[in-house]
């Protein structure tokens, strides 16, 4: 019951107090409990968040007027840059893998027939998240990005390894999935989105679903051409999806367009409205009447395309209920420009094992060794990952980072 309480997966080896125990008599609950955060609803804890934990977190940062950066990694150097970036700042991340991310993290060498490739490639991510998420002693919600209907195999198999781990440690492997079936007629993508959470709801995993288009082009799904009217969504089609997924279960998001574009492109190419999302707001809290929520932002908003994006229409979106921006561009840009500056200081070192403006017979080793350029890279995305927290006024959110432990209980099933 304590443990329920809490929200807490025991490890393997945990022993149950005695019936009649106090919480305070519970050595280990109690230890647990001491790795909350000053700032953050007492389920938050270090380490990969699910469930009721990620739903209070979620709420938090709307309830606050910050949205949390939701990082695209293909690397375990990447995640650690994340991870980094987020200590750093006091605050949570979102630490999400595309499909053909998680094919890159799994090996490009591995045949990918039937996503076999992409599914073990994030499920290999997501253990390495949460075997080092607790050691930097943030909040991490581990999500995948952009799923369209070609890939639904891709989540299927990421939802199967959910359900085994949920099975065996009492919650999912993953945060959340991204379900993005804007290609097809709204009818059938919210059908499609409903079957899907009704499935996530039952083990503690969110859906987030894509209403409208993102332009522009990412990870091999190209709108670079859709009409313009396609990049906006109407609060009547944002109701809809509100009306059809609420019964099921609370645990959504939705990715209304209103202008995004993935990538960066010239000023004045991309017009952003946020006031569609608070059109939205409006109109739903309208609808629903007495059961409108207080603050009247009924539906919880993720903002696709952040990359490039004005700092004006970034912080206006998270004020009408967005609470998770998606970076992918900028930080691929950042993670590339910290070896290039490497390589530019250091390229007289960098033309041969022996040999450089020291001496004929000096060794290069300590220039060439690939930790010492994948350390410029991630100092690098680290810097432009701050500007995104400080852009989207995530910041001290966790009120002093909770302290991580390798061997602390959120670990316990690992196979470590």
């Not at 293909?74 to 750093?88: D, H, M, P, Q, W």
């Not at 299927?156 to 919650?171: M, N, Q």
Request: aromatic letters at 8%; proline letters at 6%.
């Amino acid at each position: 019951e304590c443990c329920q309480r809490h929200n807490f997966v025991p490890p393997q080896r945990f022993t149950p107090p005695r019936p009649g125990r106090l919480l305070s008599d519970h050595k280990l609950c109690n230890r647990y409990l001491k790795m909350g955060y000053a700032n953050l609803p007492s389920s938050v804890h270090p380490g990969v968040v699910t469930g009721q934990a990620m739903l209070d977190l979620l709420n938090h940062a709307k309830e606050n007027g910050y949205a949390i950066p939701a990082v695209n990694c293909v690397s375990s150097s990447g995640i650690n840059a994340c991870l980094e970036a987020a200590r750093k700042n006091d605050s949570p991340v979102i630490i999400q893998l595309s499909a053909g991310g998680s094919q890159f993290y799994g090996g490009k060498s591995l045949d990918n027939k039937n996503y076999a490739a992409a599914v073990s490639g994030a499920v290999s991510a997501a253990f390495h998240v949460r075997t080092m998420a607790e050691l930097y002693g943030v909040p991490v919600i581990l999500h995948t990005d952009h799923c369209a209907k070609k890939l639904l195999p891709w989540v299927d198999g990421l939802l199967a390894a959910s359900e085994r781990y949920h099975a065996k440690h009492g919650e999912p492997l993953f945060s959340s999935h991204m379900i993005d079936l804007s290609e097809v007629p709204i009818p059938e993508n919210i059908e499609i989105c409903k079957d899907y959470l009704s499935r996530f709801s039952k083990i503690g995993m969110l859906l987030e679903m894509e209403l409208g288009i993102t332009g522009g082009e990412e990870d091999g799904v190209n709108n670079e051409d859709v009409p313009l009217e396609d990049l906006y969504s109407k609060p009547e089609e944002i109701f809809q999806v509100y009306e059809a997924l609420t019964p099921i279960s609370d645990m959504f998001t939705v990715a209304a367009a209103f202008g995004n574009v993935h990538g960066v492109y010239k000023p004045g190419n991309v017009k952003l409205e946020p006031k569609i999302l608070g059109r939205a707001q409006t109109y739903i809290s309208e609808k629903l009447g007495d059961k409108a929520p207080a603050d009247k932002k009924p539906v919880s908003f993720v903002f696709h395309g952040g990359s490039g994006s004005d700092v004006s229409d970034i912080q206006e979106a998270i004020g009408y209920g967005v609470i998770k921006m998606n970076i992918d561009t900028d930080t691929q840009w950042a993670y590339w420009d910290g070896i290039r500056n490497f390589e530019t200081k250091n390229r007289d070192y960098l033309q041969g094992q022996i040999g450089n403006p020291d001496g004929a017979d000096k060794p290069n080793k300590k220039y060439y060794d690939p930790r010492v350029c994948l350390r410029a890279a991630e100092t690098s995305t680290v810097a432009r990952l701050n500007q995104c927290f400080a852009d989207l006024k995530c910041t001290n959110i966790l009120g002093g980072a909770a302290e991580g432990s390798a061997l602390g209980p959120r670990l316990g099933g690992l196979p470590v």
